[in-house]
C-alpha cells in the first residue's frame, strides 16, 4: 500500500523564520509531487509541484525532492502569519490518483 | 474559468435521511473524485471516475454510500440512509488525466455535512 508520512504538529515558527515541511514516501516509483495548503475550513489548495530531483522556488516557496531518500520538502522563506494553515503532501504514482499524506499543521507565530 | 463547484456548502440533516451531494468539474478535465475529511482520519478517496466511469469505489465505506456520474459535468454522491458517524466534510475534486496518467487535482470548496 502506497504510504505518504507526514509529522502533524503543530509546527510553530516565529513570523520571519524559515519553516521546514517534510514527506516522505513509500512507493519508490512514484513520479510527481504536490504541496496544498489548506486553511481552517477552507479546501485544499495546490501551491507547489515537483517532478525532478533537486529544487524548484517559487517566490517564498521551496520545493526541495530526493528520490533516492524518498523524501520532500517544502521551505517557507520570511514566514508570516498568514501562512498558518495544514500543509498536505500529495504523491502520485503511475495510473493511480494522488496518494495524500494527512498534514502537517503551521502556525506562523507573530 | 469556474473552479469546480459543489452543492450545498452545508447540509444539516437527521440520521435515516438521504442526502445527495452534487459537484461540478472543471470544464475539460476527464478524471472526478470524492473525498471525505474528518480531524481523525484526514482526507479519505471514497471514490473516482475517469471519463464518467467508476474506476475505484474501494474507499466507500458502505452499502449506504453510492456515486454516479452521469455526463462529463456533474457527480452526486450519496448516502442513504445517512449516520451521526457520517458527518464530515465531502470534497470534490477533477484532474485532467493523460492515457491514464493522474495529474494535480483541484478541489471545490467542500460541503460540511452534520447528521444529527
Known amino acids: 500500500q502506497k504510504e505518504v508520512e507526514q509529522n502533524s504538529g503543530p509546527l510553530s515558527v516565529p513570523e520571519g523564520a524559515i519553516a521546514s515541511l517534510n514527506c516522505t514516501y513509500s512507493d519508490r516509483g512514484s513520479q510527481s509531487f504536490f504541496w496544498y495548503r489548506q486553511y481552517s475550513g477552507k479546501s485544499p489548495e495546490l501551491i507547489m509541484s515537483?517532478?525532478?530531483?533537486g529544487d524548484k522556488e517559487d517566490g517564498r516557496f521551496t520545493a526541495q525532492l530526493n528520490k533516492a531518500s524518498q523524501y520532500v520538502s517544502l521551505l517557507i522563506r520570511d514566514s508570516q502569519p498568514s501562512d498558518s494553515a495544514t500543509y498536505l503532501c500529495a504523491v502520485l504514482s503511475g495510473n493511480t490518483p494522488l496518494v495524500f499524506g494527512k498534514g502537517t499543521r503551521l502556525s506562523v507565530i507573530a | 474559468d469556474a473552479g469546480v463547484i459543489q452543492s450545498p456548502r452545508h447540509e444539516v440533516t437527521e440520521m435515516g435521511q438521504e442526502v445527495t451531494l452534487r459537484c461540478k468539474p472543471i470544464s475539460g478535465h476527464n478524471s472526478l473524485f470524492w473525498y471525505r475529511q474528518t480531524m481523525m482520519r484526514g482526507l479519505e478517496l471514497l471514490i473516482y471516475?475517469?471519463?464518467?466511469?467508476?474506476?475505484?469505489d474501494s474507499g466507500m465505506p458502505e452499502d449506504r454510500f453510492s456515486a454516479k456520474m452521469p455526463n462529463a459535468s456533474f457527480s452526486t454522491l450519496k448516502i442513504q440512509p445517512s449516520e451521526p458517524r457520517d458527518s464530515a466534510v465531502y470534497f470534490c475534486a477533477s484532474s485532467r488525466s493523460t492515457s491514464g496518467i493522474h495529474n494535480e487535482q483541484f478541489f471545490g470548496p467542500g460541503t460540511r455535512l452534520t447528521v444529527l
Open positions: 515537483i517532478y525532478s530531483n
Open positions: 471516475f475517469n471519463n464518467n466511469v467508476p474506476i475505484d
